[in-house]
């Protein structure tokens, strides 16, 4: 680089408060796009975590504007800096020359700008009747129709499976997540004021809304504007977006209220990345990639996730003018979606709500799946994304009529109403998103090997074909056009031709359908029934069964070699994890999957058991090795209804949602 910039100096700025934007990139759809102040710059090979001498004096005579340090990111080699003020002479008068000018350095790999994304509002149809909430779940002759029940009997997943759920953060206390939400932790890292430094009427200005930065509680405060402002989509009052987006895809199910999620086992790690009105920066995005997937550099502040994802979930999507509409191959959010495949992570992302246009960053970037938004009869949702790319899979997941979710929400305005537990319809792709997520996690149960690769594959293959006119483009006469691969997509989520065709891969294995994870109310007894387990051919001839304890405070078990597990006692302020691993004699393959009980009175959030729960056999995907399943030692997480839970309580329980309230939707 050139003059040296001297290591107390850098020091001194790494020690600095993070100076806030004068200006940032507006996130809506416009003919300008304001110059980005904050910029992540790539350096290659450096020292982590330290800014190269010389690096921060280089861009400052590059830019001839005074540069600061704001962080290095979690992302190897990528650090944070920000513009005191707008280059006003030269040739550096807008983004893209900007971008040219820092990525031609020496030294520099990539510069990307610190980009805003945020959920897109949705308007909800004023149809206020709904005699089925979940018809995408059910097999009601609906083109889309997802037949989930049949699915459920094939596999309800496994709480090995964690689905990283990047967002506003969660209510740990809505009865539809409690006690199936690990720890996580809060990446907003700038503090927002009262009221932002360009808000004026609209709030443009985001940050944590919490009154603090990073830290371990990705709680959701609310991402509600000030009193008298305006979200840049128009809201006024807080979402709970990430607490909807969670609960589509592994809400508690069969217990008897709100909604069923997509897997019944798998945990949840929440991630907080947007604050106010939604909005989330790429550089807080990257460091959640990479702290979800344990891929990147460990910040001694933040320390190392405990629970690694195997999925993650983005619901948020923007425009982006600078690369031309598309995703560039070294922009840092694509490095991160890369680096997280690279780890065996699944990335799904929101498609976009722009009514038509082509799929959104980051849904963009190579290795993603985009998740866009399809009605029941298979047409796609007026205001979904849609189209195809390089690199990237586009499908649409089944809404309801005229593409629209139902999921837990909370009833506050502002901050969350402690006795506001609710359910609502929303409309957008960032709940189409979860639902592949879901899905997702359902093939990792069945087949606990699969890779990214081979999960994009079986998603493709099996996705359902659009039915005739299913575009939300129209010709001339308003008539809806035809769907084709590049115009829309590989078509619609297949949620049970995609297990079976991962059942059908070579060498098959068993399946352990182990029964939802539960909350419980007692000491026990309760009963864990995994009669719906089968053997590599799909039959129930020639299984073993062995049930072991994983996780939590020891408890007291019988009939551990039968398909019902009896946990006779020991959960009283206990949350205990049981995997189960069953065997076919005829192939000698075996499979295993896991089930919480989380007692109701624990502390989800702080529980730590006070002595390891046991060992387990498992055989992956390849059956014939044995790893024992890891107890998690600071996982907070639990499970859904209690007692002996069966499936044939599903469909009443669906009928109990009448009342919802409608609202906007978000994405």
Not at 169 to 193: Q, W
Not at 207 to 235: I, T, V
Not at 332 to 351: E, F, G, H, K, T
Not at 646 to 663: C, D, E, T
Request: aromatic share 6%.
């Amino acid at each position: 680089m050139a003059a040296a910039f001297s290591r107390a100096i850098v020091a001194a700025l790494w020690a600095l408060p993070s100076i806030g934007l004068a200006q940032t990139l507006n996130v809506v759809t416009t003919t300008a796009t304001p110059t980005p102040m904050r910029w992540v710059v790539n350096m290659g090979n450096q020292t982590q975590g330290t800014a190269p001498a010389g690096m921060l004096q280089t861009l400052q005579n590059t830019l001839g504007v005074p540069v600061s340090l704001v962080r290095p990111l979690l992302q190897p080699n990528s650090y944070l800096v920000e513009m005191q003020s707008l280059p006003v002479l030269g040739s550096l008068q807008t983004p893209q020359a900007i971008r040219a000018a820092l990525q031609a350095l020496p030294g520099v790999r990539f510069a990307s700008p610190d980009i805003q994304l945020q959920r897109t509002a949705v308007p909800a149809p004023n149809d206020g009747a709904y005699s089925v909430n979940q018809a995408s779940y059910m097999h009601t002759g609906a083109y889309a129709s997802l037949r989930m029940q049949d699915v459920w009997e094939q596999t309800r997943g496994s709480s090995n499976v964690v689905i990283a759920v990047l967002d506003s953060g969660v209510l740990f206390e809505n009865p539809e997540l409690k006690g199936r939400l690990l720890p996580g932790y809060d990446f907003v890292s700038r503090v927002t004021p009262p009221t932002g430094s360009t808000e004026s009427g609209t709030v443009f200005d985001s940050g944590s809304n919490d009154g603090d930065g990073r830290d371990p509680d990705p709680s959701d405060p609310g991402d509600a504007p000030p009193p008298g402002f305006n979200c840049p989509d128009g809201s006024t009052t807080s979402s709970w977006h990430g607490t909807t987006v969670a609960s589509v895809a592994a809400a508690q199910s069969n217990n008897g209220q709100f909604l069923a999620g997509m897997d019944w086992n798998a945990k949840v790690l929440p991630v907080r990345v947007s604050g106010r009105c939604g909005i989330a920066t790429s550089s807080d995005i990257v460091d959640a990639f990479y702290w979800a997937t344990g891929s990147g550099r460990v910040d001694p502040t933040i320390g190392v996730n405990p629970n690694p994802a195997n999925i993650i979930n983005l619901s948020f999507a923007t425009d982006t003018p600078l690369f031309g509409g598309g995703c560039a191959a070294n922009d840092m959010v694509a490095l991160a979606i890369a680096d997280a495949r690279a780890r065996n992570v699944s990335v799904v992302v929101s498609a976009g709500n722009n009514s038509g246009g082509a799929v959104q960053y980051p849904a963009n970037c190579a290795g993603t799946i985009a998740a866009g938004a399809a009605e029941q009869d298979g047409q796609l949702a007026t205001y979904t994304a849609k189209g195809a790319g390089t690199g990237f899979v586009t499908l649409h997941a089944p809404g309801n009529s005229n593409g629209l979710y139902v999921g837990a929400s909370n009833t506050g305005t502002s901050s969350p109403n402690p006795n506001g537990s609710t359910a609502f319809l929303f409309a957008g792709t960032s709940f189409s998103a979860p639902m592949v997520a879901g899905a997702i996690s359902l093939l990792r149960a069945v087949r606990p090997s699969l890779t990214p690769s081979q999960i994009d594959s079986l998603l493709r293959n099996s996705a359902r074909p659009y039915p005739a006119n299913a575009s939300n483009s129209t010709n001339l006469v308003g008539a809806r056009l035809d769907c084709t691969p590049t115009s829309c997509g590989v078509g619609l989520l297949n949620v049970l031709g995609a297990v079976q065709a991962a059942r059908a891969l070579s060498n098959p294995l068993p399946v352990a359908n182990v029964q939802q994870s539960a909350v419980v109310a007692s000491n026990g007894p309760f009963e864990l029934d995994a009669a719906l387990s089968t053997n590599s051919a799909g039959g129930n001839a020639n299984l073993t069964y062995s049930w072991q304890q994983v996780f939590g405070n020891p408890v007291a078990l019988a009939g551990t070699s039968t398909s019902a597990l009896q946990v006779q006692s020991g959960m009283a302020g206990n949350i205990a994890e049981f995997a189960l691993t069953v065997t076919d004699t005829a192939t000698n393959r075996s499979n295993t999957s896991v089930v919480r009980l989380a007692n109701v009175s624990v502390n989800e959030r702080t529980f730590t058991p006070s002595s390891a729960g046991g060992g387990g056999s498992s055989s992956g995907g390849s059956g014939t090795g044995t790893s024992a399943p890891t107890p998690v030692a600071t996982s907070s997480g639990g499970g859904g209804g209690g007692g002996v839970l069966g499936l044939a309580g599903m469909l009443g329980m669906l009928m109990l949602l009448g009342g919802w309230r409608q609202r906007l939707g978000v994405a």
